[in-house]
């Protein structure tokens, strides 16, 4: 499984903090798993645009196509956080 987070407003947003996704052959990369996750309906695709996120796998701030596997934490969040 890979453990998804959301954070600030992608969370509040979407009103879940997180969630597990089953690794597949569509979610071996960080755009693979937001397109999974943005599928889900017209809200989640909204709050999921990849041209509005950073993501961070593994706690490391990363690219969309940075590879993910079964057992990474993965978490979405905007480009400003805080303040």
């Not at 879940?16 to 599928?39: H, M, N």
């Not at 809200?43 to 509005?52: E, F, G, I, R, T």
Request: aromatic share 8%; net charge negative.
């Amino acid at each position: 499984m890979i453990n998804v987070l959301f954070f600030a407003q992608v969370r509040e947003l979407l009103g879940t903090a997180q969630l597990s996704v089953e690794a597949s052959e569509q979610t071996q990369t960080a755009e693979g798993l937001r397109a999974t996750l943005a599928a889900k309906d017209d809200k989640w695709a909204k709050v999921l645009a990849s041209d509005k996120l950073l993501v961070a796998v593994n706690q490391t701030i990363s690219q969309w196509d940075t590879q993910v596997s079964d057992g990474d934490e993965v978490a979405f969040f905007p480009p400003v956080t805080g303040g």
